[in-house]
């Protein structure tokens, strides 16, 4: 995530503060003084929106050419900045966005906001700590970090001997401050860029991930007392006499022992300042409020004459033992977001990049990189070699330890302000800091590539702790919807559930000391926990099944559907983002003849044409994607038009593929006709995708001027031009607002007195429904009674056809027939249908139509279902001839003025044909 990017950054800023607050001040004087404070105050509004914009920018370009966003941030802040662009005085600004403050390159209120940055950074480190990983790797860490210290302060140290008559015109001994002071620039180290690339590669958890957090707090322990010390003999150089060694010494006890006893009481206590926190209630406010202890600590840290940011780390270290961790964590982003830019853009703004450049100081600035570079992976791999990592392990935990960062540069510019180094000087350890800075991520990226553990073979069984529990789904989505179903139980019982990853679906629940993590694969739900905890996740599972089992109870209730459906084509002209067709069809993606006779060779064939045109990574699970959903609802809608669809990760953004299919295909639409316009279209699945607007702008092309129009084109080019061309004008507009005229339906058209049989004698479903077949093949309407009985027996397998009320409509598509033909007959005993409101079927209707071309099976439906309303199934059920229920049927049919209404079957009987 973003917020771990830098942890550790900052982390010197406040030695800033504590060793030389009175030269920081004493530099800005003679400019604060100048300026009235609403003048000031205007500044620091300016400044910091100008501020968030350029790192923002800074931090997109750097991750475009893979470099780790924070040093846009960084070379953002040098180019805007009082040393290039930021001093520039134009009209209103005499002195520049940016100027200089005295002898500093920032002003007090941005500086105090680094310094507040620093607090909310290291606070944040320590909720992202794993205790547990830090103990067990404390002797590790400890080694690497004393063994880091040690050998980049005799290299920093040594190289300084070597250059110091070029660069101050003298030699120089091992005890000269400025020599000591060189070896204590090359011992920093700023862990944030080491961190935010743990992050991504999620290993910050890890034993190298652990051990390079714990070896960074030692080596920042050690480094102030270092600093005291060497603050300490240029303090004494310069009232000519000694210091007293004593005195540093009680300076380095206070430090660590500070430190640790804060940090065990923390610890301690932690249960109890959970509670407390608990007792703010809104989530929120529980953050703000762990925070708030955060700058108290850190203010008493300073009281004590420690870094306030340790005091920070020990705050957000304790209540990382608490089930508040997430929570404050998540909560903080928005101002952890916010100060994290502009801490890295005024540390960018302290850099004179004009300063290095001449040759003695650019010998000397690379000579000391480079041993500044070799001294951290020597140092801090060797330890860690010797104890339990091999040597990859010992490698990343080397180069993880090389960034210096902005500790190195405000180490660099503690000297500077003191008068110990001069400008040359100051540059060539900013160089040293920004090549280190620059080295090391693509270096440990690179290290990280294997997935291969860095320890050696025996700890690695050692390090292998908890268990794991699966359980298997027959969906995605049904894995998925449980994944809910379980956080509603968890957090009903009171657990904190948190996601850690949305990428890989990751997620947490905490309470007190119970940690349980668990996992989406695919259809397999995967839990890390406790043994202890394996009574707790099954009886979670047994609740989560019960309310799963609940919910999919409902979804058995009917549901109206074609009505929603029948909306999807209606023409309402609205715009959808700037989303036009022409951004995903070309006219290589159009098909204006397909050759495919059946629905699953014409969704191959598009399939095939999203492959030859590049558009397709793996053709073989976007294909199971269209057919899940085709499984699920088939997408034959109105009209003659199908749109196929699926999400599938086999495609990286939105696409899709057209084709036309003159004779009609057999896509089970709602209205029993053949599609002829087949639109293809597949979006990822993991990522977003305008897949919901793409398919409303369809609904709107496809309208009656538009099918014309599509229908009457010959080539690929035509096509493209009448889908990419059907903006809606004013005058359709107006066209589409007005109410069409519906069709009037003539049932006599295909219903006469010789297709009903008054009494059926069959005494099963096939028998009444062969009765009725060789009904029609004695009149003439069927070719082949076994085929066309084949069909429809087909259809019945697939779902039932009876209805409700007394009424089955056994129908099938079939080549025995050339037009829609019918046939009723009356069972006044009735028989079973499968219908749903479970009467039996007493009027049986069954309808033929053709395999293929169009036929008016629903307005054949809906006259049918509109005449066997109110007393007239009775009469038809005491009709005692064919003659007199034609005449029932006709009748009805007159005096209603029956009209096409295609949704009127499906709203009262929940009901959807399907050949």
Request: glycine content about 8%.
């Amino acid at each position: 995530m973003n917020r771990k990017r830098q942890i550790m950054i900052g982390f010197w800023s406040e030695i800033l503060m504590l060793m030389s607050p009175v030269w920081t001040w004493a530099a800005v004087a003679t400019v604060t003084e100048s300026m009235g404070m609403t003048h000031r105050m205007m500044m620091l509004a300016i400044q910091l929106g100008l501020i968030l914009f350029a790192a923002k920018i800074g931090n997109i370009l750097f991750e475009k050419i893979k470099m780790p966003g924070v040093l846009g941030e960084l070379v953002v802040g040098i180019v805007i900045g009082p040393y290039v662009f930021g001093g520039i005085s134009f009209y209103g600004f005499e002195q520049g966005l940016f100027p200089m403050y005295g002898d500093f390159a920032i002003s007090p209120e941005l500086y105090g906001m680094g310094a507040v940055a620093a607090i909310v950074l290291l606070f944040t480190v320590g909720l992202e700590t794993d205790l547990g990983l830090l103990i067990r790797y404390s002797l590790v860490g400890t080694l690497v970090g004393m063994g880091g210290v040690v050998v980049s302060f005799m290299f920093g140290a040594g190289v300084m001997v070597l250059y110091s008559e070029s660069l101050i015109g003298h030699p120089t001994e091992i005890y000269d401050p400025i020599v000591l002071f060189a070896g204590i620039v090359s011992t920093a180290t700023s862990v944030g860029i080491t961190a935010r690339i743990l992050s991504e590669k999620h290993k910050l958890d890890s034993p190298e991930g652990v051990t390079i957090m714990s070896a960074a707090v030692i080596d920042d322990v050690v480094g102030i007392v270092l600093l005291a010390v060497v603050m300490g003999v240029v303090s004494a150089s310069e009232r000519m006499r000694d210091f007293q060694w004593a005195n540093i010494g009680l300076i380095a006890f206070k430090a660590i022992g500070v430190w640790l006893t804060a940090t065990l009481i923390g610890l301690a206590a932690s249960r109890k300042i959970s509670i407390l926190l608990k007792w703010f209630g809104r989530r929120t406010s529980i953050a703000i409020m762990a925070l708030g202890l955060g700058l108290i600590l850190a203010g008493l840290f300073e009281e004590f004459g420690l870094a306030m940011i340790i005091g920070a780390y020990v705050m957000g270290l304790t209540l990382s033992q608490t089930d508040l961790k997430h929570v404050i964590r998540e909560k903080m982003d928005g101002i952890y977001e916010f100060l994290v830019p502009v801490f890295f853009c005024t540390t960018g703004m302290q850099i004179n990049p004009a300063a290095v450049w001449s040759p003695g100081v650019l010998s000397f600035a690379s000579v000391f990189s480079i041993f500044a570079l070799t001294a951290k992976v020597i140092g801090c791999g060797l330890p860690a070699m010797l104890t339990e990592f091999n040597w990859r392990g010992s490698a990343r935990v080397g180069m993880g330890m090389v960034p210096r960062g902005e500790v190195g540069l405000i180490i660099a510019g503690i000297g500077l302000s003191s008068g110990l180094l001069n400008q040359e000087l100051f540059a060539a350890f900013v160089f040293m800091v920004v090549i280190n800075t620059l080295v090391a991520p693509p270096a440990l990226m690179f290290l990280f590539r294997s997935p291969e553990s860095g320890l050696r073979e025996s700890k690695r069984n050692q390090e292998k702790g908890g268990m794991k529990l699966t359980f298997d789904f027959p969906s995605y989505e049904m894995t998925d919807f449980f994944m809910d179903k379980l956080s509603e139980v968890f957090e009903s019982e009171g657990f904190y559930v948190h996601t850690l990853s949305h990428d890989k679906m990751i997620h947490q629940v905490r309470k007190d000391t119970t940690v349980i993590d668990f996992q989406c694969q695919g259809t397999t739900l995967e839990f890390n926990l406790k043994e202890v905890d394996v009574p707790l996740i099954n009886t979670a599972m047994l609740e989560s099944l019960a309310a799963l089992e609940q919910t999919i109870h409902a979804l058995k209730k009917p549901m109206d559907i074609l009505p929603i459906s029948t909306r999807f084509l209606e023409q309402t002209p609205v715009s959808y983002n700037n989303i036009t067709l022409d951004k995903y069809l070309t006219p290589s993606l159009i098909v204006p003849k397909l050759k495919g006779e059946t629905r699953a060779q014409i969704i191959d064939e598009l399939l095939d044409v999203l492959v030859h045109n590049k558009q397709l990574i793996d053709i073989h699970h976007a294909r199971e994607a269209v057919w899940e959903r085709e499984r699920s609802m088939p997408t034959g809608l109105q009209y003659g038009i199908a749109i196929p669809h699926g999400k599938t990760d086999a495609v990286d953004r939105l696409v899709c593929a057209v084709g036309v299919k003159c004779s009609g295909v057999d896509f089970e639409a709602m209205d029993g006709e053949l599609s002829t316009i087949i639109f293809l279209t597949l979006s990822p699945a993991t990522k977003p995708a305008p897949h919901v607007q793409f398919m409303a702008l369809i609904s709107q092309v496809l309208n009656s001027h538009g099918r014309d129009r599509l229908l009457a084109c010959k080539t690929a080019k035509e096509m493209y031009q009448v889908l990419t061309s059907c903006d809606v004008s004013v005058e359709q507009r107006k066209k589409i607002a007005e109410p069409k005229k519906q069709e009037i339906f003539e049932l006599d058209q295909y219903l006469k007195p010789e297709m009903i049989v008054p009494r059926l004698r069959g005494d099963t479903k096939e028998e009444v429904i062969d009765e009725l077949l060789r009904t029609l093949e004695q009149t003439g309407l069927v070719r082949d009674r076994q085929k066309a009985k084949e069909a429809v027996l087909r259809r019945e397998d697939q779902m039932p056809t009876g209805m409700t009320e007394g009424i089955a409509i056994p129908h099938g598509r079939t080549d025995a027939v050339d037009n829609l033909v019918c046939a009723i007959g009356v069972k006044p005993e009735g028989m079973d249908f499968g219908s749903r409101d479970g009467e039996p079927s007493k009027i049986i209707v069954m309808a033929l139509a053709t395999e293929k071309g169009t036929t008016p099976y629903l307005q054949f439906t809906a006259s049918i279902m509109r005449a066997l309303t109110g007393d007239r199934r009775k009469k038809i059920l005491h009709a005692h001839n064919r003659e007199d229920i034609y005449k029932i049927l006709i009748d009805a049919q007159k005096n209603s003025s029956i009209t096409f209404d295609p949704t009127s079957v499906i709203k009262k009987n929940q009901y959807r044909p399907k050949f």
